[in-house]
């Protein structure tokens, strides 16, 4: 496990679907509380178990009881009533192990609040020197912050752009169906929901589309898998993590 090279994946406790997850020998997993339960359902060991455990099934209480008996330094128990949530003191412990980007699952849907919680920890994330990345079955959310993203070419899905500060400044996106040069986003009107990747779209240098925030920090979301409104006929599909 190598914090320099590698990522931290954390499984949470919202809702999942089973997807591929790719673990590499760099990365560090860590199961979040009752996430266990679908590291177990994708047969992933994790390297550490960290929560409160209020919330888990017996059969996964068994596995904490298993590597507190055999890697007790591997399982960080955290009390119940706490300010942090135990998805951000998972990020954090991810932080100090040196990792500085981070896949989760498992971290949306089931409560909204939850979802929102952990939408929040994508900025604390970025405001802490990290990316992160929330992903399911159905789309993958981040935080850009004055700075340039680029997409994989032939990329295709729907991709939707929300201010989270008062407003974003010298937003520039190319690539996609709706184009947009030095223009602002505001946190009070949903202007960049909706775009659509352009599978044709090049720039050049092997990337296809490209989102620029010159001042102000926003939520991006790609979905993969939509019905097109601008292309009939056709259904979007696009991969899994093809941000470049």
């Given at each position: 496990m ?12 919202g809702?999942?679907?089973?997807m ?31 929560g ?9 209480f ?13 399982v ?10 135990d ?8 932080m ?19 979802t ?6 994508l ?11 929330l992903?399911d079955?159905?789309c ?7 700075e340039?993203?680029?997409f994989a070419k032939r990329l295709?899905?729907m991709?939707?752009l929300?201010?989270?500060s ?7 996106i190319t ?7 030095h223009?602002t986003?505001t ?15 090049e ?11 010159g001042r102000g ?10 019905e097109p ?16």
């Open positions: 190598d914090g320099r090279n590698g990522k931290c994946i954390l499984m949470c406790a809702a999942f679907v089973p591929e997850i790719d673990v590499e020998e760099a990365d560090t997993v860590i199961a979040v509380d009752a996430g266990l339960r679908y590291l177990e359902m994708l047969g992933i060991r994790p390297d550490y178990l960290i409160d455990f209020d919330s888990m099934q017996e059969t996964q068994r596995t904490v009881m298993e590597f507190m008996e055999y890697s007790p330094e591997r960080i128990r955290l009390p119940v009533e706490k300010d942090d949530t998805t951000i003191y998972a990020l954090k412990f991810g100090e192990l040196g990792y500085r980007r981070f896949f989760l699952y498992g971290a949306m849907g089931a409560r909204l609040d939850h929102v919680a952990n939408l929040q920890t900025l604390y994330a970025k405001q802490h020197g990290a990316d992160c990345y992903l079955e159905r993958m959310a981040f935080v850009i912050a004055e340039t993203k680029r295709t899905g991709f939707s929300f201010a989270i008062d407003r974003c400044d010298d937003v520039t690539g996609m169906h709706y184009n947009l040069e223009g986003l946190n009070a009107f949903p202007l960049g929901v909706s775009n659509e990747f352009d599978p044709g779209a720039d050049g240098t092997g990337h296809g589309a490209a989102v620029t925030i920090t926003a939520l991006a979301i790609v979905t993969y898998e939509v409104k601008t292309r009939p006929g056709e259904k979007q599909e696009t991969e899994r993590g093809q941000l470049c």
